[in-house]
Structures are given as C-alpha cells and as structure tokens.
C-alpha cells in the first residue's frame, strides 16, 4: 500500500483516537479529516471538536454528526426483522454500528478527496474486520489503516509517551489503565478484557453501567405495550416514537428492570474466544416483543424458514458481512416476511426479566375457531388428521417394513 | 381397518381415558391392557391400577411403570445437547414425551399379542400425531385407535352421560368441565384451552402450578453449579445425580424462583396456531447452563453448525418425527459435537431468571493468552490480521468494482 | 363439505375428464365451466371445445386459453433462477404447472360465479396436492372436488362401462388402457406407470417422446450461445425471443441432440416411492446455461447461499407450496441475487449431453489479473494468505491443543 | 516463526519441488526428508527417489507411498457418500487429496523428529489452503512452509537461474513455460491456468488428458452395473473391487466413453474465481450410481436432508476444512444415512454422458403395491390424501382469509 494523503479517522475524542490522529499526522505527513458520530454512546461530542482542533484538524475537516435515527431505522430495526441472536445469546450491539460508521467514513473520504480512512479498533477483535469488509464493499479502492496493527506502541507506557511528547492532553484518570474495555451505542454497552478475562469469575458489579442490578429494580412489574407495523416496533404504550427515540426509551425501561444482562463466551471470526459483559435493556424488550408479535401474524411456513435463516444471517453481520450479497438477500427473504407483522404486544417487566403476556393485531393469523376444545361449527374435520397421519407415516412404515424383512 | 382384537391403551387413570377403556370394550368387544406410566407428572399411579381393575381389566392386563429415568436418559438429555426450541421460545416438553409413550406401548403390544394401541389425544393437537408416527415407525402393522376422531362423544356432556351409563365413577371436581386443560411430566407443565384460549388476555394466576409468581420468589439470588459430561448433566453443586433426580432438583430449584414460565402462541403441526401457558423450571436452568458450558468447550464451526441445525431438530421433534431417519442423523451430527463439552456452569436463580456467571472446565477451548489485551507472547500475530481481511474482502472489492465500472 | 352448485373443471378434453365432466353433472347436478389450457403440452385445443359442447357446457362455459407465455415467464423462468432440482436430478415439470392451473381455475371460479373447481389427479400422487394447495391458498373457501378420491369407479372397466352409459365418445386406442400415463408441457414430459412400474427394468425405447435417442441424434455437435437479462433467458444465438419461444426453440435444439432425459426414483410428498421417466430438453439446456452464466457473474457468497437454499426450494415447488410465504421468501432472496446475471453462455450440445464452453459479461466478476499465474501488477499480494491461513486456523489449533492437553 | 530445523517436504521429484528442496537447504540449512505420495496420479515414484538422492536427501529421509487405497477409502469414499458437488458442477479432485497428503506429511514429521513441513502450493490457489489447515489441525505446533509466499523467485526465468545455479537438473520441457498448470490423482486431472484464463474462449482439445473425446467415443453404449453396500462402491459387473482397484476401472470405462468433462469457473475461498477444466470419469460415473441406489434406498426424509446438508459440506472440504468439527458432524449424520444404501444400479455409458438405467436391491423402499395405478389390495387409501392436503392447506387458508379480511 502507498502512503495514504488523505485520511478520515474515525475519532472518538478519546485518548486513544487522539493518538491515532497525531500518529496518522507524524507516519505519513498526511492531512487528516475526523469523523464523529453519535450512535447514542452517551458522550458529548462538542469535546471532540475541541480536541481535533487543539491536535490541529482544519474546521471544514471536522465532521461532528448524530446518526442515532440512521442507526436504528437502517441498522438496527432491519436486523431485528430477523431476531438475530448470534451463538443463542449475543444481540450483536457492536456487530451492527461498524458498518455504518464505515459508510459515513467512505462517504465523507468521497466528499473530501481523501484516499483512506483509518479506524482504532485491535488486531485481535472482530470489529476491524467489520470496519474494513465495509469500506472495502463500498469502495474497492480505498485504502484502510489500522495503526494498532501497524505501530509499535504495543504497551500501555509506550502510549502514554508518545502522548506527553506529542503534546496531547491526558485525563487524569486514563494514566492507568482501565480495569476493562467498554463499547457503547444505542442499542448496547459491552465490556470486555482485563477483569473479565477470566470465564469462570463473576463479572464485578461495577461492570453494568446501563442497567441496574435486577436486585434493585422495583418491586413491582411494570406492563408495557409495544406497537409494531410491518415488523418494526413504532410505538410504546400507545405513543408513537421515532426509531431511535422508541429505542431510547426502551432502553430506559430495560434498564430501570435490570433487564438485558448477558455473560458470554463467544467464538470471534478472527478464531479465539473472548468473553464479554452485554448490556442490551431495550434490545432484548425488542427482541421480545417481536416474537410475542410474530406469534400470532406470522405464518408457520414463514417463521420456520426465518428461524433457520437466523444463525447465517446473524453470523454474516457478527463477521463484518453487512454489505454483501448474501446478506442482503436473506435481508430480502426476511423482509418479505414482515408485510403484516404489524400488531400490539404487551410486556411484564421484572426484576431482570421480560416476557410476553398477551398480543393483538387485525392482521392475527389465531384463529380460535379453528383451536377450541368447544365443539366448533364446522371450521376443522378432526377425522381429516386420520388422512394427514396416515400419509406423513407411511414412509416410515415403509422403513418398518424393510427393518423386519431383512431381520426375517 | 379391521377391528381391533386386542389393544393397549395409554391409561391415567383419569375420567377421559376411563371413557376410552370402556369405549373399546364396547365398541370393539376386544381385551384391553392399560399402560399407565410415571413420567414425572406428579399423580399417584396405584388409584389407576385400581381404577383399571374396577373396569374389568384382568391383573396381568395392568401395566404400571415408573420411566423417569429411561424418559429423561433417553429423551430429554439428547435433546437438550441440542439446545432445541421450537419457534424460538418453547422447549418441548409435551412432545419429548409421546414417542417413548408410544414405544412402550408397542412394546407391550408383542408382549401381549396385542394387534393395536390406542391413545387419548384429540384430533385437533399435535399428540395424536407424535403418539401415531412413532407407532408406526415402531412397528408398521399397528394398529392405532383415536377414539376422540371416532366416536360422536363430542360434548361434556355426552361424555359424562356415557361415563353414568358404564358405571365408570366420576371425581365430583371433573362433573364440570376445567377452565384449562393440562399437560405434565418431569420436563414440563403445560396449560392450554378454555381461559387461555384469548392471546391477547393475560393468563390468570391460577394457571401456574409448578413455579412460584417470580414476585413471590426468594428476595435474595440462588447460585448453583450445574456440572457436564459430554453434553449432558451430570451433577448440581458437585453432588452426582442421575438424570431424572438431577432434572428433578433442577425443577424444585427453578420452581422456587419463578423460572421457566412461558406464554406463547405456536403453530402447531396440523395448521391451525395455538395457545400455550408452559413451566419448565429444570428445562429453562439446564439449556441456559448447556449453552454456558458449550460456549467455553465447543468448536466455532461446530457451534454454528448446531445453531444452524437445531430449528429443523425442534421441528422434527414437534412434529413426532423423533423416530425417523432425518432425526437421527442430526442426532448423530450433534452427539458427535457433544465429545468435550464437559464442565461446570454457575448459574444465578433470581425471581424468574436465570443467567450464566461463570464457566470452567478442563476441556476449556478459551485462550487467555489469545485474547488478552496484554502484550502476548507470540500467541497470535496481529499483522495477520490484515492478510484474513483482505483475502475476505477480495470478492466484496470485486463486487464493487464491478457495480463502478457498470455506472461509468 | 356441501354439494357444489358450479364447478370449474380442469378439462383436456380426454376420456378421463370427460368421464368427471359427465360425474360431476350426474352426481351434483351442477352446472360445469370447463378450464382447457394449452401450456405446450403439444396437443391441439379445439376438439376439447367440440367435446365440451357435445357433453352439454354453454358455450360461455367453455374456457380454452393459451397461456404458455406466463407458464414460462411467470412459473418456469422464476424457477429456474434458483438452479432448481428436486433429490438432485429432477426439473420439476410438472410440478411447476400445477398452481397455473389453478390460479386460473379460481379466477374463472370467481369470473363466472363458480363455487368449486375439480381436477383429474388421482389420490396416489402429488399432483392432488399441488392442484388443491395452491386453489386453497388463492380463494379459502373454495371447494375442490377431486373425483378420484370419491367415485367408484376404480376400474377401467367401470370408467368405460360409465362412459359407454352416459354417450362419452371413446377413441379406439382409449379403450385398452395405456402401457404408460403421460403428463406434458412446454417444460417436459413425465411417463409413469404400468410398464414403467419396475424400477429395474430399463424403460422401453418407445416411451419417449420428446427426444431422440442419443444414439439417433447427430454425428457432429452443435454450439449454441444462450443470452441472458437478470437471470431469466432472452436470447439464442442473438435472436431474442419471448419466454414462451425461448423454451420452444430449446426444447427442439435439446430433443434433437437426445438431451434431457432422465429415469427416475422419486420421494413422494404423499409418502411413497415411485418411477417416473422425464424429458426435459430445453430446460436442461436452460439449467446448465443459467449455471454457465452464474459462474462469472454471481458473487461466491450469493452462489453458495443459493445452492443451500435451493434443496428446500424445489422441495416446496414440488410438495406444491407454489403459493406459500416460505417459497415467496426464498424467491426474494434468489431474485435479489440475479440483478447481474446477464451474458451469454456458449453450450456444446451432442449426443445426450449438454456442456458449457464459453461464457462472457460485462457483468463478470471474474478478473484474469487477480487470478493468472504471471506475475501481477499488484492486484493481489500473496503473503496475504499467509495471514488469512493463519487466522482460520486458529481455532483448529486451538481444537489439537486441548486434544494433545488432554492426552498428556 | 523461528527457522525451522527439519522440514518434511511434499515432494514430487518434479522441477518445481525440487527447486523448493534446495532453497529449503540454502534459506534455511535444514535437514529435508521428502515424501512423495503415490495418489494415482499415474507418474513413477522411482525417480522421485533418484532425484531427492541426488539433491543430497538420506535415503532414511526419503518416504515414497503408495496411498492409493487410503485415499479412496478413507476420503473419496466418504465424500461420494454426500454426493458432495461444489459450485453445482465440481465433484472436489483436487480438494480432497490435499488433506491426505498433509495428515501423511505431519505423521513423518513426527516419526522423523521434524518440526516443520513444506508444500509448493502457491499464494493464489486454495490448495495453500488446505495443506496448511490440514497440517496445523493435526499437530498445532507444527511449522508450514509455503516457499511461493516467500521467495523472489516470481518468475520462470529465475526460477530456472536458480535451478541452473544449484545443479538441479532440468528437463528439456520444463524450460519453457507449459501453457497450463495440472493436477492429477486417482479422483481427477485439473488443469488451469494460461491458454485456460479466458473463460470465454473454449478449451482447446490438448488439455484433456484423461479422458477421449466425446465424438472419439465408441459409438455403442456400454451398460455397467455398480454394486453398493453401505454406501461405498464394492463392485462393477458383480466383480468385487478394492476401493482404488473399483476407482481406476470406473476411470477407465469413463475415460473410454468420454464422460466427466468439466468446464467451471468457481470460487475460490481467497476470493477471486478461477477457471478450470476438470476430468473426472470415474468420480462422474459413482455420483450417478451413488444417487441412483440412494433412490430406492434411502428415505425420503433421510434425503433432502442430505440434499440441503450437501454444499456446506462441499464447502468444507474445497476451503479446506476436512479435519474440523462441523465436516465430522456431518460426515456423522450422512454416515448414519447410509446404512441401508446397499443394492445395484445399472448405468449407461455413451459418448460423454451416463445414465441410470436400472437399480434394485435387497434394501429397497420402492413399493409397487403402493404406487401401481392397478385396483391396490388395500396399501393405500386414497381417501387419506383428502385430509393429508386439508391440513396442509389450512394454514394456508388461514392466511388467505386475513388477506380478504384485510382487504375488506
């Protein structure tokens, strides 16, 4: 790869980017841009701005936005269309930001004439594959530097270095290092490394910083309604929401519940298992909800194939795969399933715990004529079940029968 | 089909299936054996011996069977090392146990020189078909008698009119009819009919009958440790059980702190969507605590393989497919992963969740050295990182280059 | 099931539905509009209408229809997009028909007022299925009477001694009974039965229809360039043709090169095996053209996906759930796939077999700069797989690692 | 990596390999033991021998094998069992020796005491990849040398100045560059690369090695008949064979019919597509044999479970993944099909394609007294197929009638 001209960095403000930034400037002499997105991680981005320019980024190369609603209504909504659970449990909050953080990335590389786009993400993770897969889909020429897989400042100190003599300001409270490493957005924060490294030990309780201990939740549940149209939740109790507003909100709700915790061990793309501390209060209402939902508007046919469907699709995006064909057709598949997942359900928040209690929806495909124990008028033939037995069995007694001949 | 000389009938004990006896006895005029089995439902069986003898069954006709063991060592554990759940959420706790239902009862059959069996389930359910596949499947001369597709005692009140005119005593509680019809073994309890026929209602406290209301649940979390071998339970709190005294603790456990309860709507085999209220307290801690073990000691590739697998599993099983070919090669597929997955879960128990907080075993794939954010020692190459990439997004750049090159 | 007031009939204008047109008027007393489409089954249409009048239909009744152009646009060529085969070898030909059929045969229900259709489909086979799955997913209340399933008339004898009873014409060589029964359209031509009913036994040369023998087809092969547009044919040698001609003018470039014949054992949906004898020369043609043209222009991830799904695809056409949200879904994703599948194929055609030999696109994916064995101009580095090997093979080093652990 | 000490090359004796000897020597100063694998590749082994001798290899460090038999027994074999095809058309010659050679490769590294092996793969292709997947998932301290990734030895000129520069003798077609790369073994001959990278233009006629033309072709077809048991080929014309004595004479009738011609263009796992022609006349001939018995033999069920496991596993084994868990769990569940796939099937050979013709067996599930269009004896109820479809239907009623309320 030639020497990049032109970078835009996506840039947290935090230490870490800052480095990157000086570093990217110092290795290459190469003008740099800075991309800051809200994703709903809960940090001001005005302190961003300040410190790109203290580290001496133009104006007009600093790029400041909230994505929160591009986030949900492209990202995260489409996704949980499929109830996408990576390895039975992960709600792929990380998994699902990457992709769009690198599209603005190429987009505003487009926009202002640079040739490559730099990310902070380790040499060990999943989330530089998932940045670089989608630079690299949205524009095969681009050119993608990671410096953690490049530099050698490979320790703590060597970082804490580099920054002092480059003049960049240190928080106090970044000398150390922290206990453990945290991404957040809106639909979740995860925690991972140094004190969780261990599998067997309980993650420490000052971990959770979204959700409180189900042990301090209220005491009493608290019933929510959530509206669906077409497969995505467009309102709670009866207010509609925009979808990073409803997200937000059922994030609050989660939250308030201690609901939303996971402990994991998974498998990473990049080949080792790494363990995680999850924190997704308003995904796992979502999640919830849309299959309390689907329940009664989505035919069996329909909702077998989508739950076999589910592991690939939720694999390809946990691997960076979002912009690729195959995505994008079970997107297809999955999508066309939703037409009439439009309908109300009700949830019991409590003490850590979701579920359904009761769903409605003119689009129902519940038809209690046709399941009542009451003697119904007409809508069902239980002799019918005689036929559909006799013929579902006969290759079986087909098998029977060539079982006992040959013993024979 | 020819009438029946002789049949066994799958006998509780119950007002309906005491019907049943006395139906095929003067229906058919043929010798009737009764085959009551524990499954862990939690009733007495001697009143069904004696109840049977009442009815005019011979001694030697009085089948009564104690299969716990056999149900939960040759059923539930290899379906839980599958991680099975039909439409996302249900962990089949009725249909696990028809096709050993069905197998004793073709067993006792050429016992017993009998030519058909005969079941109590109605023609609208799903039972009637796993009860008659697996008969089939098992023997493929059998005979099978559903009497309820059959005789035109369709109504509460013809039954009990035909019950008054055969002498066959009636529980002053079952003159009426139940609010809910009942389903249980040492997996589960299910509820389903009548109050609960409404989906959008909530199911009334009454319902529930294995597990505490998660609100009365103990104030403080519960922590157990859930040990494996080779894909199945084997111990709690390093005590060795066998299977169904383990499924056993695990349900009082679970039971007592509100886990397992489930509200769902679900399509059934025959067509028409149903409505179930389930508790399957042991079940809900032994599939958390499987996938918390797995995670550390299974494969990636064989991991998302059974993820990929396991809804057509679920479905098989649903459907009363489990002696069939198609079910046995998955079988044979997981139970081949199953090799190293031993160790030990911890599970938190706390008011209606359960969750994995810690996992360890010898067997252990997790690589703290691969993953540390430590500076490792030549575990893992991070500049490897960039060649995984870039070979995995050569096929996106192609892609893209191709859509560029057809714009221009 | 009430007795039908109007009935639309399936109608060849054979003996067999002349019998049920004469039945259904005997046995309801009902008023019958006949349904006698040309799909290319290479019969002439006009004596089915003389036949109609002759057995009393009103003129207005009489619906004769060729609808070959959406048989291959709207059924075939959908299909074969996803490269469909069902247990490996066969092209669906009959099977893709069926819901043609009926979709016409309840809109002219709706058209003329009718309350029921009928078809001519035993109750052995799976075309029963397919008639009156599609009829009841298109109209719920429609009733399908299937005569086969209902008369007495199990015998020749008995069909002719009706025949003969209520003046139905009877052809000469209708009276014997057929050596074999014949199902054809423009896709192919199905033989089965009767001479064919020994799976050992090579069938008899007199049995196809469509093909020459290899051993009669000519000396020299002939190429042939087939274009396609988004998936779907357009063109041979150049000259664009409509679907309906495509497949017409492939079908005579297959049969004359002895292509597309295939001797068959088959799973029925109904449960058992049977035999059946295919000629399918163009659409083998098609198939291996539109394989052709995939492999330059289909991204391998979109190609695999394909290839995974389409077992279940085919399993559907040919169970006959044409019209079904599952096999709708899966259309979207094969149809989302197929948005550059356009070029041309070259296919070498002789003696039996067809085989693709060229084939190019400005839509290719393929890239003789990545792929040569000349040194490249830096297209493709190849130490880059020394990292992408790398990183794959890590968890399998991880698997030898604890297995070498645990043996120490 | 640190030098290795002794290296265990794949080892040819060709111009090639031998290069790679010898800069193994100079780059590294380690000892070499050289294997070289008779895999039915049809070249003498002896003067492998010499050459290695002559290039200064101890004769104990010389392996020279014959594997053939392993090879198909314990690879070709099991994967015919999947019918497995890659990319619809690619029956995985080259694929599935590659595992083999690498398992054998790792073995002499342990009994030799070496602690690397070599291979003269190239950083472009697949096969890289399965030689090292193989090796590092049999011993994961095992060091992989693939000289193509790490000299500068880029193009033919300086390969053969390094050739001439160290006494490696040259043979006088070697000079010049061949106008294509070949791969052969029992199972197959590829060829690809130079006068092949036009995927447009055809192959010209010289690249064929292995198999006549078919126009060259007797012009009579000859009839064959393959005996199975298990699964596995046992016999051709009731001769019983040893897995690669049965192999090469299936290679021989198809060779002689001009059968197994592949032109493909695929995809490969590092991500371009390449194009190769494959001769494949013996594997063509067991894939038709093998679905042939399968047909009367194997479950329906059993079946299309096969049919939708089949392009993963292919998958598995073109990217390499033979030693890994999730290609056992399959190879587990298709094994357990086997069982029963016991029979003969009679195949028709002609001018460059085959048939199935015939197939019966002890094992088979064909019923006649099911199928037969004859009055049955009572196998089958027609009457059954009425319910069978309404309870298919009803689910698709359900969803009709929501669509007209809908509407409403």
Same mark, same amino acid.
Request: aromatic share 8%; proline share 4%; charged share 25%.
């Given at each position: 790869? /030639? ?12 230490? *870490?980017?800052?480095? #990157? ?40 190369? $600093? ?19 499929? !109830? ?42 999943? *989330? ?25 400042? /490979? /320790?703590?100190?060597?970082? +804490? ?21 945290? *991404?957040? !957005? ?29 042990? %301090? ?19 709670? !109790? ?20 201690? +609901? ?29 909800? &849309?299959?309390?939902?689907?329940? $009664?508007?989505? %035919? ?18 946990? !691997? ?13 598949? #999955?999508?066309? /399933? ?31 004529? &046709? ?17 559909? #037995? ?12 060539? %079982? ?5």
């Amino acid at each position: 790869m /030639s020497a990049p001209k032109k970078v835009v960095l996506a840039y947290s403000g935090g230490l *870490d980017t800052s480095i #990157i930034l000086k570093w990217l400037q110092t290795e290459y002499g190469c003008e740099v841009v800075t991309f800051t997105a809200d994703l709903g991680q809960g940090e001001e981005l005005e302190p961003a701005r300040q410190k790109a320019e203290l580290l001496g980024i133009k104006p007009e190369n $600093i790029y400041i936005e909230d994505i929160r609603e591009e986030f949900v209504r492209g990202f995260v909504f489409p996704m949980f269309r499929a !109830n996408a659970v990576y390895e039975g449990l992960y709600l792929l909050g990380t998994s699902i930001a990457r992709p769009l953080i690198s599209k603005r990335l190429v987009e505003i590389a487009a926009e202002t004439g640079a040739d490559a786009v730099a990310h902070g993400a380790t040499g060990k993770g999943n *989330d530089q594959v998932r940045f670089e897969l989608a630079a690299y889909a949205l524009n095969p020429d681009i050119k993608v530097i990671a410096p953690w897989r490049i530099w050698d400042l /490979s /320790s703590r100190t060597k970082l +804490i270095d580099f920054a002092e003599q480059n003049q960049i300001p240190i928080a106090k409270d970044k000398r150390g290092e922290a206990p453990f490493s945290v *991404d957040a !957005n809106l639909l979740h924060t995860s925690s991972e490394g140094k004190v969780l490294e261990d599998p067997a030990q309980m993650a420490p309780d000052y971990v959770y910083q979204r959700t409180v201990h189900p042990e %301090d939740a209220p005491d009493t549940p608290e019933y929510i309604e959530v509206g669906f149209k077409k497969g995505d939740a467009i309102s709670i !109790n009866d207010e509609h929401l925009s979808p990073a507003q409803l997200l937000t909100r059922l994030n609050e709700l989660g939250g308030k519940h201690g +609901i939303g915790r996971l402990d994991l061990v998974e498998g990473r793309f990049v080949g080792m298992k790494s363990r995680g501390i999850y924190e997704t209060p308003g995904g796992t209402l979502l999640l919830e909800a &849309h299959r309390g939902i689907e329940q $009664i508007t989505l %035919d069996r046919g329909a909702a077998h194939l989508k739950d076999e469907l589910m592991p690939r699709y939720a694999e390809l995006i946990y !691997n960076g795969f979002w912009y690729s064909p195959e995505r994008e057709m079970l997107q297809a598949a #999955i999508d066309h /399933s939703q037409q009439h997942v439009t309908g109300t359900v009700r949830l019991k928040l409590y003490k850590g715990s979701v579920r359904t209690v009761g769903r409605w929806s003119d689009h129902s495909l519940y038809s209690e004529a &046709h399941v009542t124990f009451e003697e119904d008028a007409g809508a069902y033939d239980q002799k019918d079940a005689a036929g559909f #037995i006799q013929l579902n069995a006969l290759r079986l007694k087909l098998l029977a029968a060539r %079982d006992r001949r040959l013993k024979n």
